[in-house]
């Protein structure tokens, strides 16, 4: 049963991505990107790791699918808007036979991993608990120094929009 649900949900990931790639429409390939999302967080649900699962689910497909689709919304992007891509679909096919001999060295090199107990563990792996202990514990300067610097990011992020919205404006004065 859980082979069927992994082999699902791969499939939803990767026709999500192909949506992605395929359409046209900003919003379309908005939406393949959030059938990836909550694909890969149904493979960490099948792997029993919680903790990335909700992360996924919050974070990815629902705080920054959110803001791309809000903005695309904002943006109101027309189809005449949009580039013309006369050898889209050239390229892509192109781009995807680059890719083969990869992918069949990738499958080259699993194939040859020893073979290992692939049961879920009944340990607390991917519990949300020792994740916590472990930054908090032994993580925490890096941690604080992240949301240092994530902090900095928004404050010049915010100084720079200021200082633009006061070009625009000192030249719609001038004109």
Request: proline letters at 3%; a positive charge; charged letters at 15%.
């Amino acid at each position: 049963m859980i082979d069927i649900l992994f082999i699902a949900l791969a499939f939803l990931a990767i026709s999500g991505a192909i949506a992605m790639i395929v359409y046209a429409n900003p919003m379309y390939s908005a939406l393949g990107v959030l059938i990836s999302m909550l694909s890969v967080a149904g493979m960490f649900a099948l792997l029993n790791a919680t903790f990335l699962f909700l992360v996924q689910i919050i974070v990815y497909a629902g705080a920054i699918m959110t803001l791309i689709l809000f903005i695309l919304m904002f943006l109101n992007i027309k189809e005449e808007d949009l580039p013309k891509e006369p050898n889209k679909f050239k390229l892509i096919t192109i781009g995807a036979i680059v890719m083969v001999p990869l992918n069949v060295l990738i499958l080259k090199a699993v194939s040859k991993l020893p073979a290992k107990d692939l049961t879920i563990s009944n340990t607390d792996f991917g519990q949300i608990k020792p994740i916590g202990l472990e930054l908090y514990n032994n993580w925490i300067i890096a941690f604080e120094l992240i949301s240092i610097l994530l902090l900095v990011a928004l404050i010049g992020s915010v100084v720079l929009a200021q200082k633009r919205k006061s070009k625009i404006n000192n030249k719609g004065e001038q004109l």
